[in-house]
C-alpha cells in the first residue's frame, strides 16, 4: 500500500520513493503578547501550533480554515518571511531556516508568495514594468533588454496588455492588479508559490478568472502550490489535496476528492455544510457551529474544537487528539474518526 | 481607456488650489523667492554702501524703506536679507532632513536595540532647550552663516526621524514590502525603493515648516549679534541696529519685522495647506 504523503514526522513514509519538495515537521509560531505594564509576561499567541505536511512536486494543497487560525503564518513562515518558533521546513530537503543570508536569496528564486490584498501588494510609486523587473534585477537575471522582453512576456501570460509597463498600479482594477501580482510571483520562474488567498477580495465574477489563471499556469510550469483560502469551495475545484486548519493546527487532511464526500473531522464537516448550494429546493443539513473561536492565548485543555463541537465526548477533554492516519490518504484529528 | 482616474498628484492639486490661505502662503514663499533671486536688480543702492550725510533719514522717494544708523539704504539691506534668510532656511532644513531621514528610517528598519538607542538619543535631543543648545554652541564656534545652518540643521531633525520612523513601521507591514523581501531584496533596495518613496509626503511638510522654524531662530541669532556677522545684511541684524533708535526710527525696526512675520507665515501656511491637501483625513 503506498501511503502517499505523511503529514508528520511521526507517521512512516512507507513505499514513498521521491523526497517531496516540500516537508514542513512541526512547525510553530507562537507571537509575544504585549500587555500593560504588569501584565504576565509569558502570555503567547499559538498562531501556528505544530503544523507537519508534506508537498509533492507539482502537487496543489488547499490550506484552509477561518481567520485567526494560522493559514497566512504558516504560508510566511514556509517562505522564511517569519521566523518561526520551533519547527522545521525543508526545501528540496534542506533545512530553509537555516540558510545564510546569501543561500537565503538562492532559496527565494526558488519560492514566491501571490497576496490576499491587491490593492496592497504592489508599490504605488513604481510601475508595472520597474515591479516586474524587480525580481529579474536582484537576482542578476539577463541584461536590460532580456530583462525588459521577459517583462512583456509575463503581462502577456498573466492576460495584461504588454504596454501597461509605463503606467502606475492605480490605473488597474482589483483583478488586473492581482494578475500583476501573479506575473511578479512567476518572473523567476520558481518551484513553490505560496498563493495567501489570491482571490479573497476580488469580485466574484473575477474569482473565476484568476483561479483559472493560476491553474493554467501550475500546469504550464509544473509548480507546486499551497493556496490558501478561508472555505471550502474556493479550493474544491483547484487542490489536488487540502488541509483544514483550526487554532494552529491541521485537523484533517486528505485527497480533496476524498475530503468533500467523506470528512473525518466534525469541523471540515461544519466547513462543508457551510458551502451554499446554488438550488433552493435541495434539502441540506446545516450545521451551525457555536460560541467564536477560542484565544489563541490560552488554549482550551484536551480538543481544540471542543467548545464549539456538534459531536463532542466528555472523553474529548482527555486529551488533544494528534493528526493520526485514519485510512491510506487520509489523516484526521479526532478520537470520533479513530 | 475612456476616463484616465486621477492620479495622485491631480487629487492633491485639486484640494490645494480650493484652500485659500494655502495659495497665499504659496504666494507670499515663491514673491520671497523671486526678491531673493532678483535682488541684484531690484536693489537700488549697493547694501554696504555708507552715506554719512543721510544718517536715520525716514522713508521718502529716494530710499522707500529710509536709512539706518550708518546711511545704508534699509530696503537694499531687506532685499539682500532675504537671500541670507532662505539660504539658511533651506540649508538647514535640508541637513535636519537628511539626519532625520536617516536615523528614523535605520531605527525603524532595523528595530530591536538599535530602535531603542536611537529613539533614546531623539528623546534625549527633544528634551534640550534647542535655541538655547544654538546659543552654546555659537558661543564656542565662530558665528558664521555656514557654521549657523549646520547647527540648526543639527539641532532640528528630531521631528523628521519620528515621523520617518513611524511611516517605515506603517509601511513595513504592507505587502509590498513583504513581497520585496520575499524576492530576496537588499536593506538599501528595500529601504530607498520601497520605504523611503512611499514615507516622504508628510516630511515635504514638516520640510516647509521647518524652513520657517529655521529663518526664525536665523533672525533671533542675528538679533543677538549671534548670528550672521556685518556687514552682510540680515533681517534680524537690522532690528538690533533699530532697537537703539526705535523712537526716533521706527522704520529699522518696523520693516524688517514686518518681512520676517509675512515670510515665516506664508511658510507656515503653505506647510499647513500641503498637510491639509496631502492627509485630507487628518483636516481638524
Redesign the interface.
Known amino acids: 500500500m503506498n501511503a502517499g504523503i505523511p503529514p508528520g514526522p511521526d507517521s512512516t513514509r512507507i513505499g514513498s520513493a521521491e523526497i517531496p519538495l516540500l516537508s514542513v515537521k512541526n512547525l510553530k509560531k507562537y507571537f509575544p503578547v504585549r500587555e500593560g505594564l504588569f501584565g504576565r509576561p509569558d502570555r503567547r499567541v499559538h498562531a501556528v501550533d505544530g503544523v507537519s505536511f508534506d508537498l509533492r512536486s507539482g502537487e496543489i494543497l488547499g490550506l484552509v480554515g477561518e481567520s485567526g487560525c494560522g493559514k497566512s503564518t504558516t504560508g510566511?513562515l514556509i517562505?522564511r518571511?517569519l521566523e518561526p518558533t520551533s519547527g522545521e521546513v525543508r526545501f528540496m530537503n534542506e533545512n530553509v531556516f537555516e540558510a545564510d543570508a546569501r543561500r537565503?536569496?538562492e532559496l527565494?528564486?526558488e519560492?514566491?508568495?501571490i497576496?490576499?490584498?491587491p490593492y496592497?501588494?504592489?508599490?504605488?510609486?513604481?510601475t508595472i514594468g520597474a515591479t516586474l523587473e524587480?525580481?529579474l534585477i536582484?537576482?542578476r537575471i539577463g541584461t536590460k533588454e532580456e530583462r525588459r522582453a521577459r517583462v512583456r512576456g509575463l503581462l502577456e501570460k498573466v492576460g495584461l496588455d504588454p504596454d501597461a509597463v509605463n503606467r502606475?498600479p492605480?490605473?488597474f482594477s482589483g483583478g488586473q492588479r492581482q494578475r500583476i501580482?501573479v506575473a511578479?510571483a512567476l518572473a523567476?520562474n520558481p518551484k513553490l508559490i505560496v498563493a495567501d488567498e489570491p482571490v479573497s477580495s476580488l469580485d466574484v465574477s473575477i474569482q473565476a478568472q484568476v483561479i483559472n489563471l493560476l491553474e493554467d499556469i501550475q500546469d504550464e510550469y509544473r509548480l507546486s502550490m499551497i493556496f490558501i483560502a478561508h472555505d471550502l469551495n474556493m479550493v474544491r475545484h483547484i487542490s489536488d489535496r487540502v488541509a483544514v486548519m483550526y487554532l494552529g493546527r491541521i485537523v484533517e487532511l486528505a485527497e480533496a476528492s476524498d475530503l468533500y464526500r467523506h470528512p473525518l473531522h466534525p469541523y471540515t464537516e461544519a466547513l462543508l455544510a457551510a458551502i451554499p448550494i446554488p438550488d433552493p429546493k435541495a434539502g441540506r443539513r446545516r450545521i451551525i457551529l457555536e460560541g467564536d473561536l477560542p484565544s489563541p492565548v490560552d488554549l482550551p485543555q484536551g480538543c481544540r474544537f471542543y467548545s464549539r463541537c456538534p459531536k463532542r465526548l466528555p472523553d474529548c477533554l482527555k486529551e488533544d487528539p494528534p493528526l493520526v492516519q485514519i485510512q491510506p490518504l487520509h489523516w484526521a484529528a479526532c478520537i470520533l474518526a479513530r | 481607456?475612456a476616463i484616465?482616474?486621477r492620479?495622485?498628484f491631480e487629487r492633491f492639486w485639486g484640494r490645494f488650489k480650493s484652500n485659500g490661505p494655502a495659495v497665499a502662503g504659496g504666494f507670499i514663499v515663491l514673491s520671497v523667492f523671486v526678491i531673493a533671486l532678483l535682488a541684484p536688480i531690484l536693489s537700488l543702492y549697493d547694501p554696504a554702501y555708507i552715506d554719512v550725510g543721510k544718517i536715520l533719514a525716514a522713508p521718502n522717494s529716494d530710499h522707500l524703506l529710509g536709512t539706518d544708523e550708518l546711511g545704508r539704504d534699509v530696503f537694499s539691506r531687506m532685499i539682500w536679507g532675504s537671500r541670507i534668510s532662505l539660504l539658511v532656511g533651506f540649508v538647514a532644513v535640508g541637513i535636519a532632513i537628511l539626519i532625520g531621514i536617516l536615523i528614523g528610517a535605520v531605527a525603524s528598519y532595523y528595530g530591536g536595540w538599535i530602535d531603542d538607542v536611537l529613539m533614546q538619543f531623539v528623546d534625549i535631543m527633544l528634551s534640550i532647550p534647542t535655541f538655547f543648545l544654538i546659543l552654546a554652541v555659537i558661543a564656542i564656534v565662530e558665528p558664521s552663516i555656514w557654521n549657523i545652518m549646520i547647527v540648526i540643521g543639527v539641532t532640528s531633525w528630531m521631528g523628521v526621524a519620528r515621523l520617518v520612523r513611524g511611516q517605515f513601521l506603517a509601511l513595513k507591514e504592507?505587502?509590498?514590502v513583504?513581497?520585496?523581501?520575499?524576492?530576496?531584496?537588499?536593506d538599501l533596495?528595500m529601504i530607498f525603493?520601497?520605504l523611503l518613496?512611499?514615507a516622504l509626503s508628510p516630511v515635504y511638510v514638516s520640510a516647509v515648516l521647518g524652513v520657517a522654524g529655521a529663518i526664525l531662530i536665523e533672525s533671533s541669532l542675528s538679533f543677538l549679534g549671534l548670528g550672521v556677522q556685518p556687514p552682510t545684511p540680515s533681517w534680524g541684524s537690522i532690528i538690533t541696529a533699530g532697537k537703539d533708535t526705535i523712537e526716533i526710527a521706527w522704520w529699522l525696526t518696523l520693516f524688517p519685522g514686518l518681512a520676517i512675520l509675512i515670510t515665516v507665515l506664508g511658510y507656515n501656511l503653505l506647510g499647513e495647506g500641503l498637510q491639509d491637501a496631502l492627509n485630507p483625513r487628518l483636516k481638524g
Open positions: 510566511r517562505l518571511l537565503m536569496r527565494r528564486r519560492m514566491q508568495i497576496f490576499q490584498d496592497a501588494s504592489l508599490n504605488p510609486r513604481r524587480e525580481p536582484i537576482h502606475y492605480h490605473e501580482g511578479r523567476l | 481607456m484616465r482616474p492620479t495622485a504592507k505587502d509590498f513583504t513581497a520585496a523581501r520575499a524576492l530576496g531584496a537588499n533596495r525603493l520601497h518613496p512611499n
